[in-house]
């Protein structure tokens, strides 16, 4: 049985034929949201037989759900082999974010973040990354998210999406793919901890999602510590990866910036960051740490971290303290790992 949601619209035209069959059907499985051939009465019925007995276009199960008392809600899906895929809708006033994950557990072992030490499991499909956004779009609608809103993607749940390029690729073109979602590029962003090939491979394709660069550590000795990619990609290499990156007009490069209380919270700190993106279009995303019982660093208050915004913000360039969303359900950033999947639904 082909996982429908694996597959791209032009792929879909080379195997039904004729090929306008697949616009059909990839427009009532994802516009009209049926999750079986009978629905599709456009379709003669023995072709419906024909590819319910070929095609799976269910979506996987959702084995638990987390309401959080700020509105967010974090998704564990469970996947074709049992494995579990971890979603966090995140409610906003004019636009909804879907925080999608691309792995199960990562590699990279960044030593401030619950998912880094989980180690890797394997990647997800493109089918399997799609399926989380069309898991939060539904579960969602219309209540919390009109058609007419839309929504945002964030590929910032498990795993480096880099990693997995050729499936996270797959899956933001189906995405963005007019007859499906039509989920423009400017409202996906795709967050690396700054594996230098796969940032530029991006910056060749045609069709671009917004970049993110997890960067934390200010100076090569503390991200080498913080985050090991760095040891391979050092700083001056991912950031004259970054100059060169296209960006469209008034598109800026997103840097999120873990404060860790007197690790990355120094006024020094913030210093060397205001050196490091000088002449990028940056606009930085201070996170205070989602405190974990397994991690051992703590949240700088919050003065300090109103100490580091205001030196960037004197120093001209735009910096925000991401809300903490989620932090009641292990949905905040940093925090999702493999908790309460075994607990029964």
């Known amino acids: 049985m082909k996982f429908f949601f694996d597959y791209e619209r032009p792929e879909l035209a080379e195997i039904f034929k004729p090929a306008f069959r697949a616009t059909q059907i990839y427009?009532?499985?994802?516009?009209?949201?049926?999750?079986?051939?009978e629905l599709m009465t456009d379709l003669p019925k023995p072709l419906r037989a024909e590819l319910?007995?070929?095609?799976?276009?269910?979506?996987?199960?959702?084995?638990?759900?987390?309401?959080?008392?700020?509105?967010?809600?974090?998704?564990?899906?469970?996947?074709?082999?049992?494995?579990?895929?971890?979603?966090?809708?995140?409610?906003?006033?004019?636009?909804?974010?879907?925080c999608i994950s691309c792995q199960i557990g990562c590699a990279l072992a960044c030593t401030f973040c619950l998912t880094g030490q989980l180690g890797l499991t394997r990647h997800l499909t493109a089918g399997e990354i799609v399926a989380q956004v069309l898991v939060g779009q539904r579960d969602n609608h219309p209540a919390n998210m009109s058609s007419s809103a839309g929504f945002n993607i964030v590929l910032m749940g498990m795993g480096e999406p880099l990693h997995n390029y050729d499936n996270v690729m797959k899956a933001i073109r189906i995405l963005h793919d007019e007859d499906g979602l039509n989920v423009s590029m400017s409202r996906m962003t795709l967050s690396t901890a700054g594996l230098l090939p796969g940032i530029e491979r991006l910056a060749r394709e045609p069709a671009i999602p917004n970049l993110a660069i997890s960067l934390t550590g200010p100076t090569n000795e503390k991200r080498n510590e913080l985050m090991p990619i760095n040891r391979k990609y050092p700083i001056e290499q991912l950031l004259d990866a970054v100059r060169r990156f296209p960006l469209k007009h008034r598109q800026r490069v997103t840097f999120e910036y873990v404060l860790l209380k007197g690790v990355t919270d120094a006024p020094e700190d913030a210093i060397h960051l205001v050196r490091l993106l000088g002449?990028?279009?940056?606009?930085?995303?201070?996170?205070?740490?989602?405190?974990?019982?397994e991690l051992g660093y703590r949240r700088p208050s919050d003065s300090e971290v109103e100490r580091f915004q205001k030196i960037l913000i004197d120093h001209h360039i735009s910096a925000f303290v991401r809300k903490n969303r989620g932090n009641d359900i292990s949905a905040a950033c940093g925090q999702l790992k493999k908790k309460w999947a075994e607990v029964p639904a």
């Open 52 to 98: 319910a007995g070929q095609w799976d276009i269910r979506l996987p199960a959702v084995h638990r759900r987390f309401d959080s008392s700020d509105g967010t809600r974090r998704y564990l899906v469970r996947l074709s082999d049992g494995e579990f895929a971890e979603t966090v809708f995140i409610p906003e006033a004019n636009r909804n974010t879907i």
């Open 279 to 293: 002449g990028i279009p940056a606009k930085v995303n201070l996170i205070p740490l989602n405190e974990a019982e």
């Open 27 to 37: 427009k009532s499985v994802y516009q009209r949201w049926f999750d079986t051939f």
